[in-house]
Protein backbone atom coordinates (compact mmCIF):
# COMPACT_ATOMS: atom_id res chain seq x y z
CA UNK A 1 0.00 0.00 0.00
CA UNK A 2 1.80 3.08 -0.92
CA UNK A 3 -0.84 5.61 1.35
CA UNK A 4 -0.21 5.81 4.62
CA UNK A 5 -2.73 6.95 7.02
CA UNK A 6 -1.45 10.39 9.11
CA UNK A 7 -5.02 11.00 9.58
CA UNK A 8 -7.42 8.74 11.26
CA UNK A 9 -11.00 10.97 11.42
CA UNK A 10 -10.81 11.97 7.91
CA UNK A 11 -14.32 12.87 8.06
CA UNK A 12 -15.12 11.49 4.61
CA UNK A 13 -17.04 8.08 5.60
CA UNK A 14 -20.00 10.29 6.98
CA UNK A 15 -21.87 9.79 3.75
CA UNK A 16 -21.98 5.71 4.61
CA UNK A 17 -19.30 5.23 1.91
CA UNK A 18 -15.43 4.47 2.35
CA UNK A 19 -12.52 4.00 0.44
CA UNK A 20 -10.85 1.09 -1.13
CA UNK A 21 -6.88 0.37 -1.64
CA UNK A 22 -7.45 1.39 -5.50
CA UNK A 23 -9.24 4.89 -4.19
CA UNK A 24 -12.85 4.48 -5.33
CA UNK A 25 -15.27 4.35 -2.86
CA UNK A 26 -17.93 1.99 -1.89
CA UNK A 27 -20.87 1.97 0.21
CA UNK A 28 -20.18 0.68 3.94
CA UNK A 29 -22.58 -2.13 3.53
CA UNK A 30 -20.55 -3.40 0.42
CA UNK A 31 -20.04 -6.83 0.64
CA UNK A 32 -16.28 -6.20 -0.12
CA UNK A 33 -16.31 -3.82 3.20
CA UNK A 34 -18.58 -6.52 5.04
CA UNK A 35 -15.85 -9.39 3.86
CA UNK A 36 -13.03 -6.73 5.05
CA UNK A 37 -14.51 -6.45 8.20
CA UNK A 38 -14.82 -10.23 9.49
CA UNK A 39 -11.52 -10.61 8.39
CA UNK A 40 -10.20 -8.01 10.59
CA UNK A 41 -13.00 -9.21 13.76
CA UNK A 42 -10.96 -12.06 13.22
CA UNK A 43 -7.43 -10.70 13.52
CA UNK A 44 -8.61 -8.78 16.34
CA UNK A 45 -9.68 -11.96 18.13
CA UNK A 46 -6.22 -13.55 17.15
CA UNK A 47 -4.70 -10.63 19.22
CA UNK A 48 -7.13 -11.45 21.95
CA UNK A 49 -5.86 -15.29 22.26
CA UNK A 50 -2.42 -14.15 22.11
CA UNK A 51 -2.71 -12.07 25.04
CA UNK A 52 -2.98 -15.16 26.62
CA UNK A 53 -0.69 -17.90 27.99
CA UNK A 54 0.11 -19.73 24.92
CA UNK A 55 2.89 -22.72 24.34
CA UNK A 56 5.43 -20.68 22.38
CA UNK A 57 4.85 -22.93 18.90
CA UNK A 58 1.11 -22.06 18.86
CA UNK A 59 2.35 -18.12 19.74
CA UNK A 60 4.68 -18.35 16.53
CA UNK A 61 2.28 -19.51 14.49
CA UNK A 62 -0.59 -16.81 15.15
CA UNK A 63 1.65 -14.20 15.07
CA UNK A 64 2.27 -15.29 11.51
CA UNK A 65 -1.40 -15.85 11.11
CA UNK A 66 -2.13 -12.59 11.72
CA UNK A 67 0.64 -10.68 9.25
CA UNK A 68 -1.07 -12.95 6.86
CA UNK A 69 -4.33 -12.03 7.47
CA UNK A 70 -3.71 -8.57 7.23
CA UNK A 71 -2.11 -9.54 3.78
CA UNK A 72 -6.02 -11.06 2.58
CA UNK A 73 -7.48 -7.97 4.23
CA UNK A 74 -5.44 -6.08 2.34
CA UNK A 75 -6.40 -7.88 -0.54
CA UNK A 76 -9.99 -7.49 0.00
CA UNK A 77 -9.09 -3.78 0.03
CA UNK A 78 -7.27 -3.69 -3.31
CA UNK A 79 -9.67 -5.14 -5.75
CA UNK A 80 -7.59 -7.00 -8.33
CA UNK A 81 -4.17 -7.09 -5.83
CA UNK A 82 -2.72 -10.32 -5.04
CA UNK A 83 -1.01 -10.22 -2.18
CA UNK A 84 -2.06 -13.74 -0.34
CA UNK A 85 -0.01 -16.51 -1.98
CA UNK A 86 -1.01 -20.42 -2.05
CA UNK A 87 2.23 -21.02 0.50
CA UNK A 88 0.09 -19.38 2.97
CA UNK A 89 -2.12 -22.06 2.66
CA UNK A 90 0.21 -24.74 2.32
CA UNK A 91 1.77 -23.70 5.66
CA UNK A 92 -1.44 -23.97 7.72
CA UNK A 93 -1.63 -27.18 5.96
CA UNK A 94 1.19 -28.46 6.93
CA UNK A 95 0.45 -26.80 10.66
CA UNK A 96 -3.06 -28.50 10.85
CA UNK A 97 -0.92 -32.09 10.24
CA UNK A 98 1.61 -31.48 12.67
CA UNK A 99 -0.49 -30.24 15.66
CA UNK A 100 -3.21 -32.59 14.83
CA UNK A 101 -0.82 -35.80 14.93
CA UNK A 102 -0.73 -35.93 18.19
CA UNK A 103 -4.30 -35.42 19.49
CA UNK A 104 -6.84 -38.75 20.24
CA UNK A 105 -9.42 -39.09 17.69
CA UNK A 106 -12.85 -37.37 18.25
CA UNK A 107 -15.35 -39.58 19.27
CA UNK A 108 -18.04 -37.40 19.87
CA UNK A 109 -18.55 -33.86 19.11
CA UNK A 110 -16.81 -31.22 21.74
CA UNK A 111 -18.18 -27.66 23.16
CA UNK A 112 -16.07 -24.71 22.54
CA UNK A 113 -15.16 -24.65 25.95
CA UNK A 114 -12.08 -25.78 28.23
CA UNK A 115 -9.71 -23.20 29.20
CA UNK A 116 -10.17 -19.41 28.47
CA UNK A 117 -6.99 -19.95 25.80
CA UNK A 118 -9.12 -22.76 24.38
CA UNK A 119 -12.43 -21.05 24.40
CA UNK A 120 -11.28 -18.06 22.62
CA UNK A 121 -9.69 -20.55 19.84
CA UNK A 122 -12.93 -21.40 19.81
CA UNK A 123 -14.55 -17.62 19.09
CA UNK A 124 -11.84 -16.64 16.80
CA UNK A 125 -12.76 -20.30 14.53
CA UNK A 126 -16.72 -19.00 14.37
CA UNK A 127 -15.26 -15.95 13.53
CA UNK A 128 -13.05 -17.56 10.86
CA UNK A 129 -15.79 -19.21 9.55
CA UNK A 130 -17.74 -15.68 9.32
CA UNK A 131 -15.40 -14.46 7.42
CA UNK A 132 -14.96 -17.37 4.89
CA UNK A 133 -19.04 -17.03 4.41
CA UNK A 134 -18.51 -13.11 3.41
CA UNK A 135 -15.88 -14.14 1.26
CA UNK A 136 -17.45 -16.67 -0.76
CA UNK A 137 -20.52 -14.60 -0.88
CA UNK A 138 -18.50 -11.43 -2.68
CA UNK A 139 -16.62 -13.71 -4.81
CA UNK A 140 -20.73 -14.80 -5.99
CA UNK A 141 -20.85 -11.34 -7.80
CA UNK A 142 -16.75 -10.65 -7.66
CA UNK A 143 -14.00 -12.48 -8.51
CA UNK A 144 -11.34 -13.07 -6.20
CA UNK A 145 -8.14 -15.20 -5.89
CA UNK A 146 -9.34 -18.40 -4.82
CA UNK A 147 -6.60 -18.94 -1.94
CA UNK A 148 -8.78 -16.33 0.37
CA UNK A 149 -11.30 -18.18 0.65
CA UNK A 150 -9.05 -21.53 0.62
CA UNK A 151 -7.36 -19.69 3.55
CA UNK A 152 -9.85 -19.15 5.86
CA UNK A 153 -11.11 -22.35 5.19
CA UNK A 154 -8.35 -24.15 6.94
CA UNK A 155 -7.67 -21.53 9.12
CA UNK A 156 -11.04 -22.57 10.87
CA UNK A 157 -10.19 -26.15 10.79
CA UNK A 158 -6.76 -25.20 12.37
CA UNK A 159 -8.15 -23.13 14.91
CA UNK A 160 -10.44 -25.94 16.12
CA UNK A 161 -7.36 -28.40 16.65
CA UNK A 162 -5.44 -25.33 18.22
CA UNK A 163 -8.55 -25.54 21.05
CA UNK A 164 -7.63 -29.05 21.46
CA UNK A 165 -3.90 -28.03 21.59
CA UNK A 166 -4.90 -25.29 24.30
CA UNK A 167 -6.84 -27.49 26.36
CA UNK A 168 -4.29 -30.14 26.84
CA UNK A 169 -1.86 -27.57 27.36
CA UNK A 170 -3.62 -27.01 30.41
CA UNK A 171 -1.90 -23.35 31.04
CA UNK A 172 -4.32 -21.83 33.50
CA UNK A 173 -4.69 -25.16 35.41
CA UNK A 174 -8.57 -25.32 34.05
CA UNK A 175 -8.65 -27.60 31.27
CA UNK A 176 -6.76 -31.15 30.45
CA UNK A 177 -8.83 -32.37 28.17
CA UNK A 178 -11.82 -31.25 25.48
CA UNK A 179 -15.42 -30.61 26.74
CA UNK A 180 -17.31 -33.34 25.34
CA UNK A 181 -21.19 -32.87 24.13
CA UNK A 182 -23.58 -35.41 26.79
CA UNK A 183 -25.59 -36.54 23.91
CA UNK A 184 -28.26 -39.17 24.32
CA UNK A 185 -26.32 -41.84 22.18
CA UNK A 186 -23.27 -41.10 24.57
CA UNK A 187 -25.60 -41.38 27.76
CA UNK A 188 -26.61 -44.86 26.41
CA UNK A 189 -23.49 -46.15 25.36
CA UNK A 190 -22.07 -45.24 29.24
CA UNK A 191 -25.19 -46.97 30.42
CA UNK A 192 -24.59 -50.00 28.66
CA UNK A 193 -21.02 -50.19 29.44
CA UNK A 194 -22.41 -50.05 33.53
Known amino acids: MANR ?20 RVPKNHLRVMAMGDVDEL ?13 DEV ?12 NLGGEL ?3 GYELLKLDAVLRLDEALAHFNANLPRLKEFILPAGTRSAAIAHVCRTVARRAERAVVTLNASEPINDA ?11 LFVLAR ?7 DGLGGDD ?7 LKRQDADES
Not at 7 to 20: C, E, N, P, S, V
Open 59 to 70: RELLITIQHELF
Open 165 to 171: VLNRANL
Open 148 to 158: LRHYLNRLSDL
Open 5 to 24: LSQIATRTGDDGTTGLGDNS
Open 179 to 185: VYWHSER
Open 43 to 55: NSNIGVLLAEPLP
Open 77 to 79: CMP
